[in-house]
T-cell receptor
């Protein structure tokens, strides 16, 4: 049973460009969250999607946007990239109604902005 | 606002010994959940253990146990019989507020503790 799958694993972009990261949740999971983890820091919550709608958002600018598809997969889009956007981007999923265990995380996409 | 504090940037432990990783939290909510995750160098966050704020007994999962002291707002992770494969970054995290259906329930993470298991 595949867990959370993220693509690509690594990405290098130039400042000002736009990037799209992709996530397939674990089978049976319908809620997807995105986190940004800067080097040496804990993950920071970006937003969460359920039923194709953004349900909760962290303290990130509008340059960060997302989407969830009917098959529960999700995309994270970042526009006008800044050097400070360089980080590991983690996707996490969980099944609705099962709260007493942890979210399942993917291995992340490491984004480098140059 | 929620806050998770992990005061140990790095810890060393001998193989087969037990180790405690500290975590304190701050929240005004009565209902919350506490998690511990392991992050090896590969980057994936691996769920270890969960403790609900209303759980009366400390959570245990194999070699992992959570020492939950609600009055002191601490949720320390205890790893027994350490193994070389336990070397990794460990994060404490909290789910805010009451359980929400259909979304919400973000996790707030601490800054992590780097654990190194030595022979």
């Amino acid at each position: 049973d595949a867990g959370v799958t993220q693509s690509p694993t690594h990405l290098i972009k130039t400042r000002g460009q736009q990037v799209t990261l992709r996530c397939s949740p674990k089978s049976g999971h319908d809620t997807v969250s995105w986190y940004q983890q800067a080097l040496g820091q804990g993950p920071q919550f970006i937003f969460q999607y359920y039923e194709e709608e953004e349900r909760q958002r962290g303290n990130f600018p509008d340059r960060f946007s997302g989407h969830q598809f009917p098959n529960y997969s999700s995309e994270l889009n970042v526009n006008a990239l800044l050097l400070g956007d360089s980080a590991l981007y983690l996707c996490a999923s969980r099944p609705l109604g099962q709260y007493n265990y942890g979210y399942t995380f993917g291995s992340g996409t490491r984004l480098t902005v140059v | 606002a929620q806050k998770i504090t992990q005061t140990q940037p790095g810890m060393f432990v001998q193989e087969k010994e037990a180790v405690t990783l500290d975590c304190t939290y701050d929240t005004s909510d009565q209902s919350y959940g506490l998690f511990w995750y392991k992050q090896p160098s590969s980057g994936e966050m691996i769920f270890l253990i969960y403790q609900g704020s209303y759980d009366e007994q400390n959570a245990t999962e194999g070699r992992y146990s959570l020492n939950f002291q609600k009055a002191r707002k601490s949720a320390n992770l205890v790893i027994s019989a350490s193994q070389l494969g336990d070397s990794a970054m460990y994060f404490c995290a909290m789910r805010e507020g009451r359980l929400l259906t259909g979304g919400g329930n973000k996790l707030t993470f601490g800054t992590g503790t780097q654990l190194k298991v030595e022979l």
